[in-house]
């Protein structure tokens, strides 16, 4: 314990010191009033700059979290556009290609295949959208723009094929000129054979079965492979009679070819119906020619649709690392994967297997991280684009017998793959799922919005002062200040003659 002198001198020693430190609490005061903060260093904070200390930690990690946030909100509403908007294009061709929309063209396009080229190529612009210079839906490689141009896409260049390409080399090896590989032949003068030329079961038609409903008629099927179909004219049929052909086409779906009897000299001439001859083996001739007619006509709708519907898919299904099928040389072998350096690859960004929401993530909190990325491949834009390429790319010219027929084979498909049916992803789960990393992006913000809010309150208390407490405290110092002056002046005058 320090005691004091109060000597001779002591007073006028200790009062200079004094005032300099008063000063200095008066400087001090008025900085907090300009401030509001009650110390410039942690230090001055005395026991509370610990607490201080570790609520500005907390306060900076909630701000780099809601950083993330805020960036991660404009990617997910971004990309949440795009696919609805994609969405809205694939409904609006499925209603376009109704029933009986065939309508004759001098360039063989009705409406809503050029409407359908439109939607393609905005798709492309949809799928190509980046923020803050990542593509969005380009997977882990948020560098490189997945897309590739609606010409390259199309007819590839000097040394990349095509989907084009792609679709005539399909379609020939499919024999959609022919008979879709089969051979109608006559073994005896009664018997009419249907058998699959030598190229491998992947190309063209495949038989399934067959049935007759009249006793004049004997359908054999046989199995194989190949399958083949053997039909002995017995008698003469009756008019109204049928002969069943199952036939399954190329992408997996399966057709009836119906031939039906007819009387002689009957006009019009139904459609797929033979005349019932003077003797079997006449009728069996009439067999035989109808039924080179109808397979014909169906090679040239059901199975060109077929052909292309599963070309353009099995190109938008693609990658680089798992390029489009391509036709080999010889029709013996089935198709196989092409090359990068002989075949366009549409897409161009992350393929990995993993889910696509996983290629980019946010992290909302220490524990917490939410999925935000996206594919341009995802199953439900490769269908949707598939379809849009086979409605771009067909022709049905008004002077071709076949072109409504195989118009409405083609929309037909179309109408069923945008439909999204069975098991395919369609664009509303792409939308939930990216609704879903919204949500839980809101409520992290909110959570932690709140959570700063209280610890900035608790902060203030411990950091920042009020203005009235402030002045309160220099007023009292002022009259401290002024007392002592006052004191002091009364002081430096005083002398003996005075004291006396």
Known sequence: MTITSYGTGAYRAAKPSEFVSTRSQFDDLQRQLSTKQRSETYGDLGIDRRTSLDINAKVSSIDSWLSGIQLANVNLNLQT????????????????????????????????????EEKFKQTLDLLNISSNGRYLFSGRTSDQ?????????????????????????????????????????????TTVAIGREAVNQSYGFNLTNAQTSSAAMAATFNAGPPADVSVAVTGQPLPGDTLRIQLKLPDGTSEEVVLTARAPGMTPVPANSFEIGPNAATTAINLRD???????????????????SLTSLNFFESSTS?????????????????????????????????????????????????????????????????????LAIETFPAADANAQAGYEAMTDRVRTQLSYGGGVQKPAEIITELGSAQTSLAQAKERHESTKNYLNTTLAGIENVTTEEVATQILALQNQLQASYQVTSLLSKLNLTNYL
Do not use: C
């Open 81 to 116: 556009k795009s696919v609805e908007n994609f969405a809205k294009l694939t409904n609006e061709s499925r209603n376009d290609v109704v029933s009986n929309s065939y309508v004759p063209t001098s360039t063989g396009r009705s409406a809503p295949q050029l409407l359908a």
């Open 145 to 189: 723009e997945p897309v590739a141009s609606y010409s390259e896409i199309m007819d590839g260049d000097a040394t990349h094929a095509g989907l084009k390409t792609l679709i005539s080399e399909r379609q020939a090896a499919d024999g959609i000129t022919g008979m879709g590989r089969l051979t109608v032949a006559m073994p005896t003068t």
């Open 290 to 308: 109808t039924m080179t007619a109808a397979l014909g006509k169906e090679a040239q709708t059901t199975l060109r649709a077929a052909s292309s």
């Open 322 to 390: 798992n390029p489009p099928d391509r036709i080999p040389a010889s029709l013996v072998n089935p198709p196989a994967a092409g090359t990068p350096a002989d075949t366009v690859i549409w897409y161009k960004g992350d393929d990995a297997s993993d889910p696509a929401r996983g290629t980019a993530s946010v992290q909302v909190d220490k524990n917490q991280i939410v999925g935000t990325g996206a594919r341009a491949n995802e199953q439900a834009f490769a269908v949707g684009l598939a379809q849009f390429a086979v």
